[in-house]
C-alpha cells in the first residue's frame, strides 16, 4: 500500500507560478513510477506529467510541455509538479498517483486525494 498526499495548490493569477508536492508514505517510493493528472469541472481527468521511478524519464501533455515540470526526490518520498506560466484553463484538481509506469493514462494503482489549483485571468 502507498499513501499518497499533495500540497502546494492555490489560487494564483495567470502567468504566475506553482509548485504541487506529493509526499508517499508506505512501500518504498523509488519502486513506483508517478504521474500527475487533473481534473477540471465537467470534464474528464487527463494527463499532465510522469516520471519513471529514477526520474530520468518524463512524459508530459502536449498542454503543459516547456511549462510544468515533474521532478522526484526518492530520498524524500516525494514527487514534484512545477507550474510556471500558469493560464487560466490550467485550473482543475491535480492529483499524483503511483503505479509500476510512468503511464500516460490512467493505470496506476494508488491515487491521491488532490489538491486544487484556480488560476484567474
Known amino acids: 500500500q502507498v499513501q499518497l498526499v499533495e500540497s502546494g495548490g492555490g489560487l494564483v493569477q495567470a502567468g504566475d507560478s506553482l509548485r504541487l508536492s506529493c509526499a508517499a508514505s508506505?512501500?518504498?517510493?523509488?519502486?513506483?513510477?508517478m504521474g500527475w493528472f487533473r481534473q477540471a469541472p465537467g470534464k474528464e481527468r487527463e494527463f499532465v506529467a510522469a516520471?519513471?521511478?529514477?526520474?530520468?524519464?518524463?512524459h508530459y501533455a502536449d498542454s503543459v510541455k516547456g511549462r510544468f515540470t515533474i521532478s522526484r526526490d526518492n530520498a524524500k518520498n516525494t514527487v514534484f509538479l512545477q507550474m510556471n506560466s500558469l493560464k487560466p484553463e490550467d485550473t482543475a484538481v491535480y492529483y499524483c498517483?503511483?503505479?509500476?509506469?510512468?503511464?500516460?493514462?490512467?493505470?496506476?494503482?494508488?491515487w491521491g486525494q488532490g489538491t486544487q489549483v484556480t488560476v484567474s485571468s
Open positions: 516520471a519513471t521511478r529514477s526520474g530520468y524519464v518524463k
Open positions: 498517483a503511483a503505479g509500476a509506469s510512468a503511464s500516460t493514462t490512467s493505470q496506476y494503482d494508488y
Open positions: 508506505g512501500r518504498a517510493f523509488s519502486s513506483y513510477a
